[in-house]
């Protein structure tokens, strides 16, 4: 009993006719049709003379994408805030709780707070007449920085700055603006650092004394076998709630940025 095709088999059967044909149905063409215009060569970017193209540009810009979560650890208020909390939930004795996806989320809801005036300078300042087309790139890159310069400034100490500037090989800058943007960055790191330690420090103290104080009391009752962090939880916890706590870090935290 014969075979019947199989659909594959006629489909590359009919895509062999169809490219036998494509040459005849060409010479068939009237010789006044209109011909379909070639593609244009598209370049909308250029490094030096040589132009760039579209997919290297895709290529580029997934490449900044990824390294935004970096930019915002490093040249925000993120650090400073994130290691505060980390050190007050370390103080607390609480273990785990608040987790570490609520302490990032109000990390970073409150750095939005502090920074909004900056990113609200650079777009209007940059970003905006950028994208209106008033200025070029270059322009608009120095002019949105700026504001971003100004608030890293503001927190960095000058022993940083000049520790990074001996490890570059510079010497003293003229001013605010000679700074190079590395070291400018690195400084604003190590300075975040110390400020953040300098505060967690300032809130151990208050929990550190009821450590003390339970453990004294545990010792001249005989109760050894008790561990004094289990009974001075409670009260940690219970001054840090009459005290509210967490109003007064948050606000601490966004006042100490000047």
Known sequence: MPRRPSLSRL??????????????????????????????????????????????????????????????LVMTAFT????????LRQALGTGQTPSNQILVGLALFLTALVMMPVWQKAWESGLAPYLNGEIDFRTAWDLGAAPLRGFMLAQVRDTDLMTFAGLAGHGTYAGPDAVPFPVLVASFV??????????????FIPFVIIDIVVASVLMSMGMMMLSPMLVSAPFKILLFVLVDGWVLTVGTLAASFN
Do not use: H, N
């Open 80 to 87: 400073r805030i994130i290691i505060v909390l980390a050190l």
């Open 190 to 203: 190590t300075s975040e650092l110390k400020t953040a330690f300098e505060i967690g420090f300032l809130i």
């Open 11 to 72: 489909l590359l059967l009919l895509s062999v006719l169809l490219l036998a044909c494509a040459p005849l149905l060409a010479l068939a063409a009237p010789a006044g049709a209109p011909q379909m215009p070639a593609l244009p060569d598209v370049t909308v970017g250029r490094i030096g003379d040589a132009p760039v193209s579209v997919p290297l540009q895709t290529l580029l810009l997934m490449t900044a994408i990824t390294l935004l979560p970096s930019l915002l």
